[in-house]
């Protein structure tokens, strides 16, 4: 999450991602999660309706935590979301 991204922007990278259906409210849900944990944090609340007004980018320790376990949980994967 180099740049900002919302549910709605990102939804369809994470069903291809996880290769199964995830709704908008969910990828809200985990964004929310993770903004709780200090890993994202909200950067601008954009002219769309909730909960696409939400726009999160990962914080440095969000950056960090990918850099640092990544490689542990997709070896097989660049960070950059390469193959």
Known sequence: ???PE????IRAEIEEFLKR??????VLETLRSLEAS???EVTTHGPHPPP????FMATR???ETVDREWDIVF?????DGDA
Not at 6 to 9: L, N, V
Not at 21 to 26: A, G, I, L, N, Y
Not at 52 to 55: A, H, P
């Open 52 to 55: 696409n007004d939400c726009w």
């Open 75 to 79: 070896s097989n994967r660049s960070a």
């Open 61 to 63: 320790a969000g950056r």
């Open 38 to 40: 200090g890993l994202v």
């Open 21 to 26: 259906p995830v709704t908008e409210q969910q």
């Open 6 to 9: 919302a549910p709605h922007t």
């Open 1 to 3: 999450m180099q740049s």
